[in-house]
């Protein structure tokens, strides 16, 4: 196999059985002449493809499309049909809640379980016993058999044991969707430091946010064929198309895909994949969300926090007390949508040098997506000020949909003509968006205006 091959597919195929009654399976075994009681289900037809180190691809396409039968016969929990499957690594994979796990053992008994499975020893175990159950997040249930555990906490446990054996190949098959929306960024996160780390990721998925932002490239799967292998935002936006229309076959998917990577034609690109906007998804359900705005009122849940926070190395200044509030200074993280916020953070210029900076704030999704931000001064400028503590107010109207996101904020400064970041917090602060009537998310300006102010004044 070549050197930068991880994972080599070919031409594999998985049959099963189908039988009306059990009892026909039985008849089947025992006719003299051979007499078929079965229909036969094509899990696989024909598939192939490789995997090079480093790339992480994503999988999409319907349940029951053959997703999960192609990563178990990679992982080699199923044995195929006929094909050929070559992986060059060690695997790590997360493939159903609680497979691998013994639900009669403890928490604790089942990480030293599964990481003998994935060839560590009890020495190396011992070694990151605490990190695995760290972030697990588990507490004192670590101590408690998993039969106990609820479906999230599942997810939590086999996805720390996963990452802690440091695989070159990390298999990920819906583990996310489970558990609260916190985990699951600070999974995604891990996930971008695995993949930057050089492993090979392969990442199942129903969102097409997660695959876009975290893939270099998506296989659509339909029907146990390959329908499209190419570029995530192309892939993605012609799958939602089919699920929109649900009337497209593959050779006019394929036509279509060719069509547009020959001509390079962008307007092509982008009405390819306008059809995504028009999913219609099921909005969150939430607490007195027939109630009018005037009703209800924002608040902060001391259990909403960022899991996934990292602070950049501070040249010259700091950030601290970061958080939003309502324009009457009361502290929220739980936001009603279309009233108005302050977010804001406060800056320590140390350096006597730095005197020329400019701030911002980026929100992103769960899955990391960028959805709107703001710097200050505009484009490439910066402003003037002398070394003190001051607070960054960056007023915004929440024009978010429901759901939770994230804010990111930085300061950085000119410093011997080079721009760098003074300090950046990354996911510094979380918020959940409630009682929007809307459907989707996407790309959006919301802030609305941005000043400084001494920290004297606002005592």
Known sequence: ???????????????????????????ESLHP??????????????????????ETVGIIGKNGSGKS?????????????????????????ILELGA??????????NIYLNTSINGMNKAETDKKIDEIIAFAELGEHINQPIKTYSSGMKARLAFSVSISVEPDILIVDEA???????????????????????????????????????????????????????????????????INEKKVDKIKIEIEYINLVN??????????????????????????????????EE???????????????????????????????????????????????????????????RFGCLIKSVDGIPIGGCAYPSKNEYIERPAGEFFVNIYFKCILNNGEYFFNCGISSLMNETNDYAHRIIDAYAIKVINSNQNSTSKVNFIQNIYLESVNNMK
């Open 1 to 27: 196999m070549h050197k930068n091959i991880a994972i080599k597919v070919q031409n594999l195929t998985k049959i099963y059985k189908l039988y009306e009654k059990p009892i026909d399976r039985l008849k």
């Open 33 to 54: 002449f051979k007499k078929k009681y079965h229909r036969e289900f094509h899990a696989l037809n024909d598939f192939s493809f490789e995997i090079h180190k480093g």
């Open 69 to 93: 039968t192609l990563l178990k016969i990679i992982t080699g929990v199923l044995t195929p049909t006929s094909g050929r499957v070559t992986v060059h690594g060690k695997i790590s994979a």
């Open 100 to 109: 691998g796990f013994n639900p009669d053992m403890t928490g604790l008994e």
């Open 176 to 242: 996310l969707s489970v558990g609260d929306v916190a985990f699951a960024r600070k999974c995604f996160a891990k996930m971008e430091e695995i993949r930057a780390k050089g492993a090979t990721i392969l990442f199942v998925s129903h969102s097409e946010g997660s695959v876009v932002s975290l893939c270099n490239r998506a296989i659509w799967i339909s029907n146990g064929t390959q329908i499209i292998d190419g570029i995530p935002k192309l892939v993605t936006g012609l799958y939602m198309k089919y």
């Open 263 to 296: 001509t390079k034609n962008e307007k092509q690109e982008e009405e390819a994949i306008t059809k995504k906007k028009e999913v219609n998804t099921s909005l969150l359900k939430i607490e007195n969300s027939k109630l009018e705005n005037s009703f209800i």
């Open 299 to 357: 608040f902060y849940n001391p259990a909403l926090v960022a899991k996934s926070t990292i602070c950049y190395e501070e040249k010259g200044a700091k950030i601290s007390d970061v958080k939003i509030t309502t324009l009457d200074g009361r502290k929220v993280n739980v936001l009603i949508h279309g009233r108005e916020y302050i977010f804001m953070y406060r800056v320590d210029t140390k350096g006597k040098d730095l005197k020329q900076y």
